[in-house]
C-alpha cells in the first residue's frame, strides 16, 4: 500500500506570497491532519479533515486554510506568507478519526 | 505554558546503552500517549501508543506514564545505531482529539 504523499517536498517563497501544499493520504484512509513543524516550536497541530468536513481546527491564524476534496486528497493554503511560516509541513492520515495517524514526508516551505 | 514539554537535548549514547526519554504535560485530561520517531527528512512514524497509565513493553521499547506527576517515558535497550533519530511524545484527551506533540529529543547512538 502506497504511504501518504506530499507534493512539492521543497518550496522557496517571498514574504507577500500565497503558496499551496497538497497531500495524498492512504488509499482508503478519509482523515487528513495538516502540522507545522519548527525546530523552537515542534509539531503544531494545523487542522484535520474528514469526508470534505473540517473536524479540528489549531490555534494558527485565518491566513491559514485548507480542504479536503470527494477522493480524500487534501490542499493546504497559507496566503501573505511570512518569514515566521518557513518551516515543515506536514500531513498525516488516518483510516478512521479514532485510528493511527501515519505521516508523509514532508512539504519544507521556506520564506525569504 | 506550553501543553507539552520535552527536552530537546541533543542527546549522545554509546551503542548498548539504556536510553531514557522523558516529556512533562500540564493537562490532566490527557489520556492517550504516544511516542513517535522521526529519522531526518522523514515524516513521524508511531513507535508506542499508551492509554492511561503504566507501562507497555515492545520488544527493546517499554513506554512508561504516570499521571499523577503528568510525566511519561520511552526506555529503549540496547540502543543501536539505527536508533538515532528523533523522538517525539504526542498526546490526546481522546482518540478523535487533536493531538500535542513536544518538541522532540534529538538522539545519537555512537557504535
Redesign the interface.
Known sequence: KAGVTQTPRYLIKTRGQQVTLSCSPISGHRSVSWYQQTPGQGLQFLFEYFSETQRNKGNFPGRFSGRQFSNSRSEMNVSTLELGDSALYLCASRGSVFSEQYFGPGTRLTVT | QKEVE?DPGPLSVPEGAIVSLNCTYSNSAFQYFMW?RQYS??????LM?TYSSGNKEDGRFTAQVDKSSKYISLFIRDSQPSDSATY?C?MSVG??????????TSLTVIP
Open positions: 520535552q513517535y527528512r522523514k515524516g513521524p512514524e508511531l501508543y517525539l504526542a482518540t478523535g482529539n487533536q493531538f500535542y506533540f513536544g518538541t522532540g
